[in-house]
């Protein structure tokens, strides 16, 4: 089994920061692309913010170039999302994605979710 556990959503201010954590555990072999999605109301599809692939290299929403960072950590297992001069308008449930290649071959996984709230 795999797990995407993710952590650091919040209430802030607009203009203030957060910093988001997915990490992935479980069996896998092959961690291809991760990254975070958002979905600002319940019904509505769920956006891509940023993704890194296997090779590091990263895609952004162009609301957010300029503003958010993705990374991830030494063992590729591991993203952040800095989000840095947040709007009201980045309000919404964030989920981390990830595209791992098991035992039986490739499978997406998603995470259970983070909120994040902006106030004017």
């Known amino acids: 089994q795999v797990h995407l556990v993710e952590s650091g959503g919040g209430w802030v201010h607009a203009g203030e920061s957060l910093r988001l954590s997915c990490a992935a555990s479980g069996n896998f072999l092959v961690v291809n692309n991760m990254g975070w999605y958002r979905q600002t109301a319940p019904g509505k599809q769920r956006e891509l913010v940023a993704v890194i692939s296997g090779d590091g290299s990263t895609d952004y929403a162009d609301s957010v170039k300029g503003r958010f960072t993705i990374s991830r950590g030494s063992l590729k297992n591991t993203i952040y999302l800095q989000m840095n001069d947040l709007e009201p308008g980045d309000t919404a449930v964030y989920y981390c994605?990830?595209?791992?290649?098991?035992?039986?071959?490739?499978?997406?996984?998603w995470g259970q979710g983070t909120q994040v709230t902006v106030s004017s």
């Open positions: 994605n990830a595209q791992l290649t098991i035992i039986v071959g490739d499978r997406t996984y």
